[in-house]
């Protein structure tokens, strides 16, 4: 998984019910665009996520 600032990471939802949570990647931390990523998600909250085989990267 690669990633540039700016891009989206959608991270779906693992249960039924569990909304998906999507953000924008603001700061790339891996080597060569791998992760982790500093992610502002939609709701407000910023966190470090290193995705798993739950999440894709939406190009901007």
């Keep these: ?3 540039t600032v700016g891009d ?3 991270v ?3 249960t ?4 998906d949570r999507i953000g924008e990647i603001i700061e790339v931390r891996g ?3 791998g992760p982790p990523y500093m992610v502002r998600f939609d709701d407000g909250h910023t966190g470090l996520v290193f995705p798993g085989p ?3 990267v939406e190009p901007k």
């Design 31 to 33: 080597a060569d665009g």
């Design 54 to 56: 739950d999440a894709v």
């Design 12 to 14: 779906h939802g693992s």
């Design 16 to 19: 039924v019910g569990e909304r």
């Design 1 to 3: 998984m690669n990633a």
């Design 8 to 10: 989206r990471l959608h």
